[in-house]
T-cell receptor, first 116, second 109 residues
Framework: GAVVSQHPSWVICKSGTSVKIECRSL??????MFWYRQFPKQSLMLMATSNEGSKATYEQGVEKDKFLINHASLTLSTLTVTSAHPEDSSFYIC????????????FGPGTRLLVL | GQNIDQPTEMTATEGAIVQINCTYQ??????LFWYQQHAGEAPTFLSYNVLDGLEEKGRFSSFLSRSKGYSYLLLKELQMKDSASYLC??????????WGAGTKLIIKP
């Protein structure tokens, strides 16, 4: 299957700082990328969907000014958690999909964020 | 509303066969995915069904009945490494992926 990388895999930061997470599709062009959050022992929660060159579409309850998403190229999307607080500590996972809307979403390995 | 149901947890024995069921009620249907997620890791793709019937891929098979809103994932010759959560997800009419809560599969020796 297709390969999606995510960096960094682990982040520990102080409350109030901003954290940027990168998601890259390594061997295919990702027209659409998705950002998920998963708390321990809970389901995946979709945060936002981004299409290359367009503004991201955020799910209800997700603050777009807090979770900034940029999808500037067909292989890279970034999620910036601005002014992170302890309640933002979670497992953030990106996924990428090719041009067709029925194509498989391939997931990156995830980023664990711990805000102290 | 849209709903996907799958058992919360199942237990099986190493070397045996287990079937994980998934029923769905969604606005439209453009396919059903199964993913495997090991604890602390991201999901990995297992299968995609859009037509009725059984798709076999090694030890894993996935079945779909669109008229019944039903799918199952069949795992044969279970190995300890198959202990994981199995996520069922349906692509609805808006091509949005609707996720089930996942089934935690525990394999015992």
């Amino acid at each position: 299957g297709a390969v999606v990388s995510q960096h960094p895999s682990w982040v520990i930061c102080k409350s109030g700082t901003s954290v940027k997470i990168e998601c890259r599709s390594l061997d295919f062009q990702a027209t659409t990328m998705f950002w998920y959050r998963q708390f321990p022992k809970q389901s995946l929660m979709l945060m936002a969907t981004s299409n290359e060159g367009s503004k991201a579409t955020y799910e209800q309850g997700v603050e777009k000014d807090k979770f900034l998403i940029n999808h500037a190229s067909l292989t890279l999307s970034t999620l910036t958690v601005t002014s992170a607080h302890p309640e933002d500590s979670s497992f953030y996972i990106c996924s990428a999909r090719g041009h067709s809307r029925t194509e498989t979403q391939y997931f990156g390995p995830g980023t664990r964020l711990l805000v102290l | 509303g849209q709903n996907i149901d799958q058992p919360t947890e199942m237990t099986a024995t190493e070397g045996a066969i287990v079937q994980i069921n998934c029923t769905y009620q969604t606005s439209g249907f453009n396919g059903l995915f199964w993913y495997q997620q090991h604890a602390g890791e991201a999901p990995t793709f297992l299968s995609y069904n859009v037509l009725d019937g059984l798709e076999e891929k090694g030890r894993f098979s996935s079945f779909l009945s669109r008229s019944k809103g039903y799918s199952y994932l069949l795992l044969k010759e279970l190995q300890m490494k198959d202990s994981a959560s199995y996520l069922c997800a349906v692509l609805d009419s808006n091509y949005q992926l609707i996720w089930g809560a996942g089934t935690k599969l525990i394999i015992k020796p």
